[in-house]
């Protein structure tokens, strides 16, 4: 099966500052059709899992723009803009391009 | 907007069977996919198996033969049987629509479940 690795357990971000969190998968997740089938989640206590990214770079709808997925192959990265403090959550990269589909280990983001 | 809901018990004993139910508001199961993810203790995420628009599933290996995911389209509800379980099944179960090897685009909000005697 595919691993996801998010190096990364904990970042620490001031509101308003960028931050980057990466996943890096064991093999290449380009499909032939061009794609990229690697997706960002978040999770925040009391709220429902909320999808941000798919195909590596797309918002799904309603997600602000300082959310910004980039990467190829196996490199993907989730940046935050301007990090607002309801921007603090777990931050989880799945990859759908073989069963099993694969999580990431999951990285948290806090206020420092 | 689409909405689900698990419910179910929140302790099961050892070797058991767990059984949860996915309540889904706002768009028809009979339409897209239906699926279950677990959380366990620690953060770790694992993709457990989909229910099909057309009740074909899908399921990780890893839990073999011990899974099962149904449906009841009257009641717009799919379910998850995951049986001889372990204190490893200790998790929150979350269900999701999915959009078929590309997310997982609404969630519910998770159920806790422990296996403890």
């Known amino acids: 099966q595919i691993t996801l690795t998010q190096q990364a357990e904990s970042l620490w971000v001031s509101p308003g500052e960028k931050v980057s969190i990466t996943c890096r998968a064991s093999?290449?997740?380009?499909?032939?059709?061009?794609?990229?089938?690697l997706s960002w989640y978040q999770q925040r206590p009391g709220q429902t899992t909320k999808a941000l990214i798919y195909?590596?770079?797309i918002r799904t709808d309603g997600v602000p723009t300082r959310f910004i997925g980039s990467g190829s192959g196996t490199e993907f990265t989730l940046s935050i803009e301007d990090v607002q403090p309801e921007d603090i959550a777990l931050y989880y990269c799945l990859q759908t391009l073989k069963k099993p589909y694969t999580f990431g280990a999951g990285t948290k983001l806090e206020l420092k | 907007e689409v909405q689900l809901q698990e419910s179910g018990p929140g302790l099961v004993k050892p070797s058991q069977s767990l059984s949860l139910t996915c309540s889904v508001t706002?768009?028809?199961?009979?339409?897209?996919?239906w699926g279950w993810i677990r959380k366990f203790p620690g953060n770790k995420m694992e993709w457990m198996g989909y229910?099909?628009?057309?009740?074909?599933?899908s399921y990780n290996p890893s839990l073999k033969s011990r899974i099962s995911i149904t449906r009841d389209t009257s009641k717009n509800q799919f379910f998850l049987q995951l049986n001889s379980v372990t204190t490893e099944d200790t998790a929150t179960y979350y269900c999701?629509?999915?959009?078929?090897?590309?997310?997982?685009?609404?969630w519910g909000q998770g159920v806790m479940v422990t296996v403890s005697s």
């Open positions: 229910i099909s628009y057309s009740g074909s599933t």
């Open positions: 706002g768009y028809s199961i009979t339409s897209n996919y």
């Open positions: 999701a629509s999915v959009v078929l090897w590309v997310l997982f685009d609404y």
């Open positions: 195909h590596a770079s």
């Open positions: 093999q290449s997740l380009l499909y032939t059709d061009g794609k990229h089938y």
